[in-house]
């Protein structure tokens, strides 16, 4: 009854234009995952080609970006050529798809028919790929000043996005701005979800005294408001990435320790916690096997809504001032140089303001279809 | 037995869609509820009585169930699965009336139990004011909750479950309907309350000429009230006829395996008759006969073709065994 | 005499679930869920601890396995008090002594494969080197009748007998020699329900277990239990061979659980 068979031709064998272009053959079997696949193959060779000047160059100087830019395209490409040609690696005979299904890859099927949710994930993808590839895809450098011929041109054929008051290329700004934006959202989560589910996680499942004193903590990060917060600490100290980062981090854990508590609370009296003790596991080994791994779907629903507001509030400090500094350039502050000049350079406010809106959209689309995907009812 | 029965359900079909496709959770189960009878469906976990008996009042979600054309509830001869909404919902609560198994979740909880009742008085009876009222308090005192009028300012959290059980029944009973639905009333309820809601229910039954139809998977259940049963498998009816005789003379192997693997007191220690194997899905019903991959006695037959109800000595049984012996 | 392989001594248990009343007269309630009781189960008996929601009987059963601490009266293992257990000796009690519990769906952890679960409690114990752990697994997978393939598959891929078999295999993993049984059959389906009852008759006559054998269904109770306790509200109403309970029952509760067993045997009520 299995509906997902190795593409296959004719002749019943995996069909050799996958060698050349991945996935074809399931774009011919009408699948979307083929057109996702070939497209994203071909779109990778057309960066490699049309900026292959640009890659010798960076093999040239051999820059640490560039070099990180030139694996990623060639790791993504090795990527792409696999996912596209996996039914030649499967050995003969099908395995029931069915059996050994974990509950995460039943989510993941789930996952899949979300429309909205699987076009936020490409979308993310997409970006992601960028972020990697900026080195290597950007036309000029972001710091290159051009204050004779280049300020303020519109977008053009040159200048796809325009220059900024200052002569820069607005998309390689953009581009390179792109990369602080996402590193600043990841960084920050991670510290948050780290702290926020360590925390919860003791307070649930320890009970009592610790599980007061902690909430009680929580409720006093609570009380601090965020961006106010923010601007306080910067101001104090000098703004940089780092700083933003931690700042973030230990402001935005409360909620995830609220969520991991609520849950452990729940998962610590079902019965296959109390097997395990019964079977004599201390609470280290329980809280780690058992009730963490039955916890943490919430969590990542959290984690992904929580880097786009990480994002929002990066732009929003570095909007400030208070954030990122020039000439560094961050989508923040370059909305920020383009506020004042919005009726005649509109473009300089308006591209990163559509790039956060893209980006964080795509994180709330995902982090939606995850919810739904992962939502417990459906494990049965 | 009734020329026009009070219910009459012929050929019903409801299909399931899931991740796999759709399925028929129902596969063409007929059966009819005379007036003031008691007809117990009784099946386990997965072969479609639930289905079947929400499909009667139209409450199975469409999507992702869906009743098949072809299907047909009949109350008195007017069908139902192709009345207006409006007259739908005159029949629930009205004519027809349905209890269920879990009283907490079935009552508001965050309403006084009087209120609901009324709430079901009002809709169903011309009654107002202080008339709904004391028909709420006699409900209540009728299905035997002491101090009811005491009792219907109480929250549900506030009554245990077989009273909760009870005031389901009283709001049930409000429109004074022909025919009770009971879709395994006693399932969540301690043995002892148990008998004592069976015994309500037939009590009421008798008293009101109601006809009772009562879902569940519990036999000792059926055997206590049921006039007839239906034993219901995958889908299907397997065997039917009155009470007494199916117990005592099961034609069906799924019925008289039933039996035989409940622990009899009057020979306890003697091991258990188990039924082989388990319950399929809809998504794996076997060919022909669904029982025949746990049947100790199937035919070659019985892998090809799927049987209907035949005549057996005491009851009607959908097995080839009944033809084939003599 | 032998020593009982497990006691219980005047055993408590007290719950304090939050509070009643408006704000100033806050009053905690307490739930007296075990009323000072007296147990004893003897090596390779099966006793049947019987009662309906509320009486106290899985209560019962999680104290006689420490997985609750009394809130008076203590709980002797072959003579020793749990209370006064070091590590090592609550190691080899949790190994002696499993539980099988009532809810297929909830019993087993959802993440972990069948395999996965049996493995980790076999090498935790010590019992099988890492080589030789598939080996057991099949073993026991094949002793509670299920296919050796069940290692590689989840909880979420078997239906509820199978899911309860799991469970048995789980505890019999650790080799004990007392079982708690808690309602072991009552969420399953009636065609089920005997086969797994008769998979534990089985096993107990194959490995000499000892059962706590818990249930509502006097029914099943009478089937396997050679001694039936009964509980109601808290303490024990009457306790003794199952057969003398059956046949002449003394306390009046006792006599009304029985008078409610359905007997679906020739239209009989």
Request: hydrophobic share 45%; proline share 6%.
């Amino acid at each position: 009854m299995s509906k997902r068979t190795v593409p296959e031709s004719h002749s019943g064998q995996p069909d050799p234009l996958d060698i050349v272009f991945p996935g074809i053959s399931a774009l011919f079997a009408g699948r979307l995952s083929g057109a996702l696949t070939l497209g994203s193959w071909l779109s990778l060779l057309a960066v490699a080609w049309f900026r292959r000047r640009r890659i010798l160059d960076l093999l040239a100087v051999s820059q640490w970006d560039g070099i990180l830019a030139l694996l990623s395209l060639v790791v993504l490409l090795a990527a792409i050529w696999v996912a596209g040609n996996r039914g030649r690696f499967r050995s003969t005979g099908l395995r029931d798809p069915r059996v050994g299904r974990s509950p995460m890859a039943l989510a993941g099927r789930r996952f899949r028919r979300h429309h909205q949710a699987v076009l936020g994930l490409a979308l993310l993808a997409a970006l992601t790929v960028v972020t990697l590839l900026t080195p290597v895809l950007a036309p000029f450098d972001p710091d290159t000043l051009n204050l004779a011929t280049g300020r303020l041109l519109a977008p053009s054929a040159a200048h796809w996005m325009g220059t900024d008051e200052l002569g820069r290329d607005l998309l390689s700004r953009v581009l390179y701005g792109a990369r602080i934006s996402l590193t600043i959202g990841f960084l920050a989560v991670l510290i948050a979800i780290t702290l926020g589910t360590a925390i919860g996680a003791v307070a649930g499942y320890a009970g009592g005294w610790t599980d007061t004193i902690l909430m009680r903590t929580v409720d006093l990060f609570l009380s601090f408001p965020r961006i106010v917060l923010l601007i306080t600490v910067v101001a104090v100290f000098e703004p940089s990435i780092a700083l933003i980062v931690v700042v973030l981090g230990l402001t935005g854990w409360m909620g995830v320790s609220r969520l991991v508590r609520g849950q452990v609370l729940s998962v610590r009296e079902r019965e296959y916690v109390q097997a395990a003790h019964a079977l004599g596991y201390g609470p280290g080994r329980v809280l780690r096997r058992h009730i963490l791994p039955n916890v943490l779907t919430p969590v990542i629903v959290a984690a992904t809504l929580g880097i786009g507001n990480a994002i929002l509030a990066e732009a929003a400090l570095s909007y400030l001032g208070l954030g990122v500094q020039p000439p560094t350039a961050s989508w923040g502050n370059i909305i920020q140089s383009g506020g004042d000049r919005i009726i005649d350079a509109w473009w300089i406010a308006t591209f990163p303001g559509l790039a956060i809106v893209l980006t964080v959209m795509s994180f709330n689309l995902v982090g939606d279809g995850l919810r739904d995907a992962l939502d417990p009812r459906h494990v049965e | 037995m009734n020329p026009t029965p009070l219910l009459e359900v012929s050929d019903l079909r409801v299909g399931f869609s899931n991740e796999e496709g759709e399925a028929l959770a129902v596969d063409g189960v007929s059966f009819s509820v005379g007036a003031g009878e008691t007809l117990g469906i009784v099946g386990e976990s997965g072969c479609g009585k639930s289905v079947s008996a929400l499909s009667i009042l139209g409450l199975v979600a469409d999507p992702p169930g869906r009743i098949l054309p072809g299907s047909s509830v009949r109350l008195r001869g007017e069908e139902l699965l192709t009345a207006s909404p409006a007259r739908l919902r005159d029949v629930r609560g009205g004519e027809i009336a349905m209890v269920f198994q879990e009283p907490m979740t079935s009552l508001n909880p965050v309403l006084r139990v009087g209120d609901q009742i009324a709430e079901a008085v009002r809709r169903h009876t011309d009654l107002r004011g202080d008339a709904v009222k004391e028909r709420v308090v006699s409900l209540l005192d009728r299905v035997g909750i002491p101090d009811p009028a005491d009792r219907s300012r109480a929250w549900p959290h506030q009554l245990s479950g077989g009273m909760r059980q009870r005031a389901m029944i009283a709001m049930a009973l409000a429109g004074d309907p022909e025919l009770l639905i009971a879709d395994e009333p006693t399932t969540a309820l301690d043995v002892t309350i148990q008998v004592r809601i069976l015994k309500l229910l037939d009590d009421l039954r008798r008293e009101r000429e109601m006809a009772l139809l009562l879902i569940t998977h519990d036999l000792g259940v059926v055997a206590q009230v049921a006039d007839r049963v239906a034993v219901m498998y995958a889908g299907r009816i397997v065997e039917e006829g009155r009470s007494e005789n199916l117990f005592a003379r099961p034609a069906h192997p799924y019925t008289a395996g039933l039996l035989r693997s409940i622990p009899d007191p009057d020979r306890p220690g003697e091991r258990l008759e188990a039924i082989p194997g388990s319950v399929p899905s809809p998504h794996d019903w076997p060919s022909g006969c669904r029982f025949h991959p746990r049947c100790t006695v199937a035919l070659d037959r019985c892998l090809r073709d799927s049987p209907s109800l035949m005549e057996a000595p005491a009851t009607r049984a959908a097995c080839w065994l009944v033809e084939e012996t003599p | 005499m032998s020593e009982p392989i497990l006691r219980a001594e005047r055993l408590e248990k007290r719950y304090s679930s939050g509070r009643s009343g408006p704000v100033g007269l806050r009053r905690s309630v307490q739930v007296d869920a075990v009323r000072g009781i007296d147990l004893e189960i003897n090596a390779g008996e099966t006793l049947a601890l019987v009662g309906e929601s509320g009486s106290g009987k899985s209560t019962t059963g999680r104290l006689l396995l420490g997985l609750e601490p009394p809130s008076a009266g203590r709980v002797l293992y072959r003579g020793r008090d749990l209370a006064e257990f070091d590590r090592a000796a609550w190691s080899t009690f949790r190994r002696r002594t499993q539980i099988v519990f009532q809810d297929p769906y909830g019993s087993l952890n959802p993440r972990l494969t069948v395999g996965g679960m049996l493995r980790e409690a076999l090498t935790f114990h010590g019992l099988a080197g890492d080589h030789c752990t598939s080996g057991r697994v099949t073993e026991l997978l094949t002793l509670v009748g299920l296919d050796p393939s069940a290692a590689d598959r989840y909880p979420h891929e078997f239906s509820g007998g199978q899911r309860q078999r799991i469970g048995i295999a789980r505890a019999l993993s650790v080799e004990p020699e007392l079982i708690v049984a808690d309602e072991p059959v009552s969420a399953l389906d009636v065609s089920v329900q005997a086969q797994v009852l008769n998979l534990l008759v089985d096993l107990q006559v194959e490995l000499g277990l000892t059962y706590l054998f818990i249930a509502h269904d006097l029914a099943v109770v009478r089937h396997v239990a050679d001694r039936t306790a009964v509980m109601f509200e808290g303490a024990i109403v009457e306790d003794g061979p199952t057969e003398r309970v059956f046949a002449d029952p003394q306390h009046p509760y006792t006599r009304e659980l029985l008078s409610s067993i359905p007997r679906p045997r020739a239209g009989i009520p």
